[in-house]
């Protein structure tokens, strides 16, 4: 069953379009690939899937729901979260603090009123699913560090730990192992496969072909807008379509 169907969505800006009629569905429970060059159009699809833009013509189905146009914060309230290419963390709060923003989605209260201690009941509840989280991204013992002075893998984890506080059904995720070493990679690795088997789903934009292939079960490859291969990461990694235009260039 699919769980996010993107059908026949096109979005321009001004003259240019930077996706041109895309179509694909990711079934539920699988870790799909959404890969090609630079400027391809696969950060576009993920603004349009997590409501920072709205399609141009053509619709985005979550469980069966359009969901094309919806705000953000709405998008989110239904189980799709988006992590992004560069870590976006508070670095002068707490790992803790830091995951209690993830919180406030489901407990429909103010993060800062939760920081604070304004609101105790919620406060309470939001701490226990934090803690509960963080355990199971190893991140516990870290828990009154400052983010800043986190590493870059588990800066990385702890972004991820603020989307799963959020209880998610469908991840997005933006290049999670951008500028990481290969121990690093690994790490991330085994934290993504976990929270996938954990039941999210997830969608992986990311140029590290060793990761994709590691991780993904199927692959969708964007090229100037538009789709130009579906399928196993085996028959996608010798289409000659796609070594063409991406894969000779990635290591």
């Not at 800062?112 to 406060?123: P, V």
């Not at 933006?174 to 789903?201: C, I, Q, W």
Request: proline share 3%; hydrophobic share 40%.
């Amino acid at each position: 069953m699919a769980i996010l169907d993107v059908k026949n969505v096109t979005k321009q800006f001004g003259g240019l379009t930077a996706l041109d009629d895309v179509s694909f569905q990711v079934e539920q429970g699988e870790i799909r690939g959404l890969i090609g060059p630079n400027g391809a159009g696969k950060s576009t699809m993920f603004k349009n899937i997590a409501g920072f833009q709205a399609p141009t013509s053509g619709n985005i189905v979550y469980q069966g729901e359009n969901i094309d146009g919806k705000k953000p914060h709405v998008i989110a309230e239904k189980g799709v979260v988006r992590t992004f290419q560069e870590t976006t963390l508070f670095q002068e709060l707490t790992v803790f603090e830091n995951a209690l923003v993830g919180s406030h989605i489901k407990a429909r209260t103010n993060v800062f009123s939760a920081i604070l201690g304004l609101d105790k009941l919620k406060q309470k509840a939001a701490a226990e699913k934090v803690t509960e989280v963080l355990e199971f991204m190893g991140l516990v013992d870290r828990k009154d560090q400052l983010a800043s002075e986190l590493p870059l893998g588990s800066q990385r984890a702890l972004g991820m730990t603020i989307a799963l506080v959020s209880e998610p059904k469908l991840m997005l995720m933006d290049e999670p192992f951008a500028g990481m070493n290969g121990e690093e990679t690994g790490y991330m690795m085994d934290l993504t496969r976990k929270v996938h088997e954990s039941g999210v789903t997830i969608v992986l934009v990311e140029h590290d072909m060793k990761a994709v292939m590691g991780l993904c079960s199927f692959l969708t490859v964007l090229n100037f807008g538009q789709v130009l291969a579906q399928g196993k990461p085996e028959d996608v990694r010798n289409d000659e379509k796609v070594i063409e235009a991406y894969l000779s260039g990635v290591k």
